[in-house]
């Protein structure tokens, strides 16, 4: 069984509309979360990460942790066209070695022009 | 910006044969991996290194192997590659809690 899993599997939005990703972890032992992002082609690049309780916003981005339900998550409001990409949700903590990356299975977000 | 390098992009070969793929990280960072990423886009974790120690995940084939000659460098041989090696191989370092990832090397096995 994945130690984190994402949902849903893939989005649409139109342009200008709200995405929201979700992440559930299965191990308490996860403290640290990021949210990745993958265009075709390239390489995930870290978007931003979240360790406490609550919300953590970066421009248009907005992730949300809630460690009692193990449960992240990401929105993203004015969704570009330039959104559309591949997000991973990763976690780390005691259980996953050295910091290591425990990656979910990624969601496929495409914004409609 | 780039600062985790892999060569080739890409490299198509056949059943059998022995591929190297490079990475190197100019971040001065302490810990390398290797990722491969499958058709289904799931990234899963092969190598880590650092300081000279290394972790295997226990599911990646003998077949394959990490090669490093200083920090900053951590390449990955196949030796004799079967279809299902088939997959982006990423590369990827990091210094405290965050990872940086390269581009990628797209292996195809014919």
Same mark, same amino acid.
């Given at each position: 069984q994945q130690k984190v899993q994402q949902s849903p599997e893939s989005l649409s939005v139109p342009e200008g509309g709200m995405a929201s990703l979700n992440c559930t972890s299965s191990d308490r032992n996860f403290q640290y979360f990021?949210?990745?992002?993958?265009?075709?082609? @390239?390489?995930?690049?870290?978007?931003?990460?979240?360790?406490?309780?609550?919300?953590?916003? @970066?421009?248009?981005?907005?992730?949300?942790?809630?460690?009692?339900?193990l449960h992240v998550s990401l929105h993203i409001r004015d969704s570009q066209p330039s959104d559309s990409a591949l997000y991973f949700c990763a976690a780390s903590g005691l259980s996953s070695g050295s910091w290591q990356l425990i990656f979910g299975s990624g969601t496929q977000l495409t914004v409609m022009p | 910006e780039t600062a985790v390098f892999q060569t080739p992009n890409y490299h198509v070969t056949q059943v059998g044969n022995e591929v190297s793929f490079n990475c190197k990280q100019t971040l001065g960072h302490d810990t390398m991996y290797w990722y491969k990423q499958d058709s289904k886009k799931l990234l899963k974790i092969m190598f880590s290194y650092n300081n000279k120690q290394l972790i295997v995940n226990e599911t990646v084939p003998r077949r394959f192997s990490p090669q490093s000659s200083d920090k900053a460098h951590l390449n990955l041989r196949i030796k004799s590659v079967e279809p299902e090696d088939s997959a982006v191989y990423l590369c990827a370092s990091r210094q405290g809690r965050e990872q940086y990832f390269g581009p990628g090397t797209r292996l195809t096995v014919l």
């Open positions: 990021w949210w990745y992002r993958q265009h075709s082609g @390239e390489g995930p690049k870290a978007l931003m990460s979240i360790f406490s309780d609550g919300d953590k916003k @970066e421009g248009r981005f907005t992730a949300h942790l809630n460690k009692a339900s | -």
